[in-house]
């Protein structure tokens, strides 16, 4: 079993993604956020929870929790010796949770180069960085053609893990 922050959300899809590329079926216990599902399995009553770095790092260290697979490209740098589930043979079983800086459309393009200075110059502050290593979050920055293509396969992914999920009946 594994807990999650609810039903669709991003602990909820991690998971059906790994279900759907390792063929199995796993009980899903949604909670009502991410607190209560990282509280779930800290207390013993689910198995398994997908969640960020930042988040279940302490409880790792503290030997609350042992990590088991990281869903992105590459290995948590924080956690080298956790490999990653492509390494494992599932390539299926992969999610990223990530923020973007989004524009209306038809906003003039000299707007949209000044938005995306500010941005590059934001990534690339030593503060900023130094921030982002403290929450164990990794910074990719990407823009224009690049961050296109990143979202556009990303949301086809998560489109066909909610299609394979399914409708999701809520108490």
């Known amino acids: 079993?594994?807990?999650?922050?609810?039903?669709?959300?991003?602990?909820?899809?991690?998971?059906?993604l790994l279900e759907h590329g390792a063929n199995v079926k796993l009980r899903h216990v949604p909670y009502s956020g991410a607190g209560p599902a990282l509280t779930?399995?800290?207390?013993?009553?689910?198995?398994?929870?997908?969640?960020?770095?930042?988040?279940?790092?302490?409880h790792i260290k503290a030997g609350k929790l042992r990590a088991l697979a990281g869903w992105g490209d590459k290995?948590?740098?924080?956690?080298?010796?956790?490999?990653?589930?492509?390494?494992?043979?599932?390539?299926?079983?992969?999610?990223?949770?990530?923020?973007?800086?989004?524009?209306?459309?038809?906003t003039p393009e000299p707007?949209?180069?000044?938005?995306?200075?500010?941005?590059?110059?934001?990534?690339?502050?030593?503060?900023?960085?130094?921030?982002?290593?403290?929450?164990?979050?990794?910074?990719a920055f990407k823009q224009g053609d690049e961050f296109q293509r990143f979202f556009d396969t990303d949301a086809r992914r998560l489109a066909a893990g909610v299609q394979r999920v399914g409708r999701v009946e809520t108490k």
């Open 1 to 16: 079993s594994y807990s999650s922050s609810g039903v669709y959300g991003t602990l909820h899809m991690a998971m059906a």
């Open 40 to 58: 779930a399995i800290l207390g013993g009553h689910v198995d398994a929870l997908a969640s960020g770095p930042a988040v279940v790092l302490p």
């Open 75 to 106: 290995r948590v740098a924080a956690l080298p010796e956790v490999p990653t589930f492509k390494e494992l043979g599932y390539p299926d079983a992969e999610f990223y949770i990530w923020a973007g800086v989004f524009a209306p459309r038809g």
């Open 111 to 139: 707007v949209l180069a000044r938005l995306r200075e500010a941005m590059r110059q934001v990534v690339g502050d030593s503060e900023f960085k130094g921030a982002m290593e403290k929450l164990e979050t990794p910074i």
